[in-house]
Nanobody, 121 residues
Framework: QVQLVESGGGLVQAGGSLSLSCAAS????????MGWYRQAPGKQRDLVAT???????NYADSVKGRFTISRNNAKNTVYLQMNSLKSEDTAIYYC???????????????WGQGTQVTVSS
């Protein structure tokens, strides 16, 4: 059983900062790509940032220059540092990872439970 457990999030004023983290636990062989998505009320879930197993990062245009994704492979953890937050960043943030479970030879997609980020203007 593989789990992604998120922490961080909360309420912050516009212009402020928040940090999210997501740790993978359970029985698995390796983790490929890790990333963050978000879903605002009434909207679809959108990509925020990804960090590949090869070390490449990718960001949504709306967060470039404000958000930074990082990864600690030894801790099986991905982080999202969010600066200069805006009201439109308000959403539930979900961690995502491609994980190869023990006994399988290919990655499966796993999601965290989601954490609320609310930015007040």
């Amino acid at each position: 059983q593989v789990q992604l457990v998120e922490s961080g999030g909360g309420l912050v004023q516009a212009g402020g900062s928040l940090s999210l983290s997501c740790a993978a636990s359970g029985s698995f062989v390796r983790i490929s790509d890790m990333g963050w998505y978000r879903q605002a009320p009434g909207k679809q879930r959108d990509l925020v940032a990804t960090f590949t197993s090869g070390g490449s990062t990718n960001y949504a245009d709306s967060v470039k220059g404000r958000f930074t994704i990082s990864r600690n492979n030894a801790k099986n953890t991905v982080y999202l540092q969010m600066n200069s937050l805006k009201s439109e960043d308000t959403a539930i943030y979900y961690c995502n990872a491609g994980v190869v479970p023990t006994g399988r030879g290919y990655p499966r997609d796993y999601w965290g439970q989601g954490t609320q980020v609310t930015v007040s203007s």
